[in-house]
């Protein structure tokens, strides 16, 4: 009988102005599937490859925003979200290993 006993990762956790906010230790649905509605180019490369990579990072960046960060951290008054995004979702996607194949680990 086979038995897979699923990585279990805590959650990322980091503070921000003295607070301690706590992101899911795994990516969830939304983030996986962000990018799946936009356009693919016929050719990746030059200028269609630069908008699309711009429209993708766009898509999981806006997830991150609203499906991610907690709303009482979003919603605080000297929360910058055009300053503090993307150092946090680097951060979290590293953590989650978001982007990393799975094959990787065998």
Do not use: C
């Not at 990072?57 to 925003?65: D, E, K, P």
């Not at 605080?76 to 996607?93: C, Q, V």
């Amino acid at each position: 009988m086979l038995e897979i006993t699923p990585k279990v990762r805590p959650n990322f956790k980091f503070s921000y102005d003295g607070e301690v906010y706590e992101l899911p230790g795994i990516a969830p649905q939304a983030i996986i599937t962000a990018t799946d509605g936009v356009p693919k180019p016929k050719v990746y490369a030059g200028a269609q490859k630069d908008a699309y990579d711009k429209m993708t990072s766009q898509a999981l960046i806006n997830v991150f925003l609203t499906e991610v960060l907690p709303e009482s951290l979003t919603s605080r008054p000297s929360w910058d979200a055009y300053e503090h995004t993307g150092e946090i979702f680097s951060a979290w996607s590293e953590y989650v290993e978001l982007g990393k194949s799975k094959s990787s680990d065998a």
